[in-house]
C-alpha cells in the first residue's frame, strides 16, 4: 500500500529560506509535526494551509492527530479567498480523507475523490500547486481505484510539475511511487534507479522521517547482502523516529511482503 504525505512545499529546504521556515522544516523532518504547527499563526491563508498540511502529514504517518487536523483544515477553508488557496485547501481535504481510508479509520473515499477533483478546477495548470495535486490523484489511482495506468500518467505529470518548480522533495515522492509501478512489473532496473534517486534526494534534504521507507523500498529492488543492509538501516532509522511512519513496522519484519511506498 502505497501512502504519501504532502510532499510538496519543501518548506525550508532551500538557501535563503527566513529562520522559522528553517525551524519548521527541521521539526518536521524529524517527525515533529505539533512543534512544528505550533510555531505558525493561523492568520494569513498561506500559513493556515501550511499548519494545515503539517498536521494531515502527521495523520498520515502517525495515524493520530485527525481532529486536529480536521480543525486546522476549517481554519484554512475558511480564510482562503482566491482560487489557488480554495484549490490547495481542497487538495488538503482530498489528502486527509484518503489518510482516514488508506488506514482504516474510515471510508471516506468519495470525499478523497470530490475534494480533489474540485481542487483541479480550482487550481490551474502550470501553478506551484498542480504538482502536488496531480501526485495526490495518483495516490487515489493507485491505492483506491486500483488503476495503476492511471496512477503512473498522474506521477509522471506530478514529476514533470515537481521538475519546472523546482521542488526536490515533491520529485522523491514521484521517483518513488514511478518505481513502485514499475517494480510490480518486474522493471528492476527501472525501480532500482529510481528508489536510489527517492533516498538521495531525502538524504541530501535531510528528511528523516522519509528516509527509513526510501531505504525499505530500495531494498525490495535489491539483492542480498545489499537488501539486509538497507532493511537494517532502515530499522534504526524507524526506532529512533518512535516508531514513525506506523505502517513502516510491517516491512521491517523480515522478509519484506512488497515494497514500502511512502
Known sequence: MAHSAMAGSGWGTTEGDD???TAVWRLRSRACW???AALLEPVT??????R???LVERCLYTEQGWADAEDALRTAEALAHSDEERGAAACERGQLAYAATVHGVRDRSDEARAALGRAAALVPPGAAGRALLDFRRGLLAENL???PQAARAAYRRAHAGATAHADPLLQSFTWRHLAGLALREGELAEA????AESLRIREELGYLVGTAPALVSLADAESEPEASRLREEARRLFRLLGGVP???????????PDAATA
Open 52 to 54: 494545515t498540511a503539517l
Open 34 to 36: 505539533a512543534d512544528a
Open 192 to 195: 532500482r534507479h529510481g528508489f
Open 246 to 256: 506506523t505502517w513502516l513496522a510491517r516491512h521491517l519484519t523480515p522478509p519484506a
Open 19 to 21: 529562520p522559522l521556515q
Open 145 to 147: 481505484a486500483r488503476s
Open 45 to 50: 491563508a498561506a500559513t493556515a494551509l501550511q
